[in-house]
């Protein structure tokens, strides 16, 4: 079987307008031009050329049943979710979103023959009782938010549809992802992007998040690069059905501060912690993804320099011509 046969060919991305969502929805059009994508989200919204967009709720069961028989769906990709800091501020929105959303994907995806689902868990499935440096991929997992009790309660539900019903879902814990074209939207680690943003228009930037935090982070290429190579993925490589430690780099406000200096070296920052401190300081400040790099390949190309140089020079560009 060549690559491209590998590559299903009617996919459906939902939460397609996402900080993912909408850089996956060209990595897959780039994988395989004759499938057809249909990309969807809450609001009606684009779709790369080559693709179809539909408005859906997740939440919207008898919607997604439609799409998925209409279109006759091989492959999903299921991004909607509410992150770490809203979801704070509205937990029980959080939780059926991020539940009720995944267990129709999933309950629809058994019953109608759905090939291959992917989903993502998070660094905010780990709580205060995993170890902080090294986080191994099978740890104590506590977590304090929504977001991150959804993450793990999905990660079990995900591994359950797969040993009880033979569904072929696959999961991997993402970090932070740092993006230039699509922002992310109510995370805890959203600070690291829009300092980028924040550098550029004026010049500093007041980090709501203490100097000396430490997170897991990852640029988006490799984010939606380790997305696509999982589920290419032989299936009987993968002894994770939970879903699978993945990282690039850990950084702190302070030293992704001194690599921007670096570059532009009138750029100040300034520190006011505010609620999101306390989400962060209950995640793990490294993460140990051994098993991804044994079972499937996984390595992640871009460091902390490479990722300051790449967000730097296409925000800037974009800033020229939007
Ligand atoms: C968040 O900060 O909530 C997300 C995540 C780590 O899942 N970026």
């Given at each position: 079987m060549?690559?491209?046969?590998?590559?299903p060919?009617?996919?459906?991305?939902?939460?397609?307008?996402g900080?993912l969502?909408s850089e996956?929805?060209?990595a897959?059009?780039?994988?395989?031009?004759?499938q057809?994508?249909?990309?969807s989200?809450?609001?009606q919204?684009?779709?790369p050329?080559?693709?179809?967009f539909?408005a859906?709720?997740v939440?919207?069961?008898p919607r997604?049943?439609?799409m998925?028989?209409?279109?006759?769906?091989?492959?999903?990709?299921?991004?909607a979710?509410?992150?770490?800091?809203?979801g704070e501020?509205?937990?029980?929105?959080?939780?059926?979103?991020?539940m009720?959303?995944l267990?129709?994907?999933l309950?629809?995806?058994v019953?109608?023959g759905?090939g291959?689902v992917?989903?993502p868990?998070s660094?905010?499935a780990?709580?205060?009782g995993t170890p902080?440096?090294?986080v191994?991929q099978?740890?104590v997992m506590?977590?304090?938010?929504?977001?991150?009790i959804?993450k793990?309660s999905g990660?079990?539900?995900c591994q359950?549809?797969?040993q009880?019903f033979g569904l072929?879902?696959?999961?991997?814990?993402?970090p932070?992802i740092?993006s230039w074209?699509t922002p992310?939207?109510?995370?805890t680690?959203d600070?690291a992007?829009e300092?980028?943003?924040?550098?550029?228009r004026t010049?500093?930037y007041?980090s709501f998040?203490?100097?000396h935090?430490?997170?897991p982070?990852?640029?988006?290429?490799?984010?939606?690069?380790?997305?696509l190579?999982?589920?290419r993925?032989?299936?009987?490589r993968?002894?994770v059905?939970?879903?699978?430690n993945?990282?690039?780099?850990s950084?702190t406000?302070?030293e992704?501060?001194?690599?921007?200096?670096?570059?532009l070296?009138?750029?100040?920052?300034?520190?006011?912690?505010d609620f999101?401190?306390?989400?962060?300081?209950?995640w793990?400040a490294?993460i140990?993804?051994?098993?991804?790099?044994l079972?499937?390949?996984w390595?992640h190309r871009?460091?902390?320099n490479?990722l300051v140089?790449?967000m730097?020079t296409?925000?800037?560009?974009?800033?020229?011509n939007?």
């Amino acid at each position: 079987m060549n690559n491209l046969q590998k590559v299903p060919s009617v996919a459906l991305i939902i939460g397609s307008s996402g900080q993912l969502g909408s850089e996956l929805a060209s990595a897959l059009l780039k994988e395989r031009p004759d499938q057809t994508l249909i990309c969807s989200d809450l609001h009606q919204g684009t779709a790369p050329d080559g693709a179809l967009f539909e408005a859906l709720d997740v939440l919207n069961k008898p919607r997604l049943e439609d799409m998925i028989k209409r279109y006759g769906i091989q492959e999903i990709y299921h991004l909607a979710a509410m992150l770490s800091a809203k979801g704070e501020q509205k937990p029980e929105m959080a939780w059926r979103l991020n539940m009720e959303g995944l267990l129709n994907v999933l309950d629809l995806s058994v019953k109608h023959g759905v090939g291959r689902v992917f989903w993502p868990s998070s660094i905010a499935a780990f709580g205060p009782g995993t170890p902080r440096d090294l986080v191994p991929q099978w740890p104590v997992m506590d977590p304090r938010t929504v977001y991150g009790i959804s993450k793990l309660s999905g990660e079990l539900w995900c591994q359950y549809y797969f040993q009880r019903f033979g569904l072929d879902v696959r999961s991997l814990r993402y970090p932070g992802i740092i993006s230039w074209r699509t922002p992310p939207g109510g995370g805890t680690t959203d600070y690291a992007v829009e300092i980028f943003h924040e550098a550029l228009r004026t010049g500093a930037y007041t980090s709501f998040l203490q100097a000396h935090t430490r997170l897991p982070m990852m640029f988006i290429d490799d984010a939606v690069r380790a997305t696509l190579e999982l589920m290419r993925a032989d299936g009987e490589r993968l002894s994770v059905r939970t879903s699978y430690n993945i990282t690039a780099m850990s950084f702190t406000p302070s030293e992704l501060a001194e690599a921007i200096q670096s570059r532009l070296p009138d750029f100040q920052i300034d520190y006011c912690a505010d609620f999101r401190q306390a989400i962060a300081d209950t995640w793990p400040a490294v993460i140990d993804d051994q098993v991804a790099r044994l079972d499937w390949g996984w390595h992640h190309r871009y460091d902390l320099n490479a990722l300051v140089d790449e967000m730097l020079t296409n925000l800037a560009a974009a800033s020229v011509n939007p």
